[in-house]
């Protein structure tokens, strides 16, 4: 016979509790805790492509890039992210160790990640009204996908081809994206 397990709903003060002294960094979703696993190289370089073309147009603008470290506090604190790449354009959004308005996300996909990236993330970040792109970028081929949205128009998406070029604008600040600019140096050879 089977015994039944207790589950423990996880508070959100627990959870940045643990998180401060965690050596691991967990994502929370709905109240359960999971652990993050490492990214490998080419997801690091793609992830730092990004944040650095950010990072660069944000020099003294309102806009903020983060990347990996900072949380994401979505469903009023029951789920906790750290996106791979993030710009937050609103000052108020000032909490020191999570952000609550994004107006751009960024997740690089690996074998492990992917599922949980565009099922459960997209549909947990397409809910924050503040949010106007959603960036997925393949770590192990040259593939990019972007979810926009138009005002009073919803959600659209489109892949990018070698090609096409990304415009991000986000309060004062504007960005084009290239898959050159994603894959830079990453070993992935766009033809």
Not at 63 to 75: E, H, N
Not at 81 to 101: F, G, N, Q
Not at 114 to 120: G, K
Not at 184 to 190: H, N
Request: net charge negative; aromatic share 10%; glycine share 4%.
């Amino acid at each position: 016979m089977s015994h039944a397990q207790s589950h423990t709903f996880l508070s959100e003060d627990d959870y940045l509790r643990l998180e401060e002294h965690a050596a691991t960094r967990h994502e929370l979703v709905e109240g359960d805790m999971y652990a993050m696993a490492g990214a490998s190289e080419r997801h690091n370089r793609i992830t730092l492509n990004i944040a650095y073309h950010l990072r660069d147009v944000t020099r003294g603008k309102l806009c903020r890039a983060f990347m990996a470290d900072m949380k994401l506090r979505v469903a009023a604190g029951t789920t906790y992210y750290y996106p791979d790449v993030m710009l937050v354009c609103d000052p108020a959004d000032d909490h020191p160790i999570y952000k609550r308005a994004p107006c751009f996300i960024a997740e690089v996909l690996s074998p492990a990640t992917a599922n949980v990236d565009l099922r459960e993330k997209w549909q947990a970040y397409r809910s924050l009204p503040s949010l106007r792109y959603y960036l997925l970028v393949d770590a192990e081929r040259l593939w990019a996908k972007v979810f926009f949205r138009n005002e009073g128009e919803g959600w659209f998406e489109q892949e990018l081809s070698s090609e096409d070029r990304l415009d991000v604008t986000c309060g004062d600040l504007h960005l084009t994206l290239s898959l050159d600019d994603l894959y830079e140096d990453t070993g992935l050879l766009i033809v």
